[in-house]
């Protein structure tokens, strides 16, 4: 069993920066695959970016590529999303999830509960 909080969230200008954190509790988080997703309001959710077990691999949306840069520290078991050049259609709920075996089109394992990022224009 994985526990994840994210934290980070919050109001900013369009232009300007954010940094999420996802804390992860319990055993083996270092050979879990971690992904965030966000679900802006009325709209379903989607994928932002994913890091691989060692962070060797990652993944990123398009909308997303070259703005946003997803890391890890398996040390402090923490998963982070920087997110530069934010703009207005990047307000969502931002959460985290993690997956021993990532499957295109499965539902990865464990999730937290969000962060809500808006972005003013």
């Known amino acids: 069993q994985v526990q994840l909080v994210e934290t980070g969230g919050g109001l900013v200008q369009a232009g300007g920066s954010l940094r999420l954190s996802c804390a992860a509790s319990?055993?083996?988080?270092?050979?879990?695959?971690m992904g965030w997703f966000r679900q802006a309001p009325g709209k379903e959710r989607e994928f932002v970016a994913a890091?691989?077990?060692?962070?060797?691999?990652?993944y990123y949306a398009d909308s997303v590529k070259g703005r946003f840069t997803i890391s890890r520290d398996n040390a402090k078991n923490t998963v982070y999303l920087q997110m530069n050049s934010l703009k207005p259609e990047d307000t969502a709920v931002y959460s985290c999830?993690?997956?021993?075996?990532?499957?295109?089109?499965?539902?990865?394992?464990?999730w937290g509960q969000g962060t809500q990022v808006t972005v003013s224009s």
């Open positions: 890091i691989s077990w060692s962070g060797g691999s990652t």
């Open positions: 319990g055993r083996a988080f270092s050979s879990y695959e």
């Open positions: 999830a993690a997956d021993r075996n990532v499957v295109p089109g499965k539902r990865w394992d464990y």
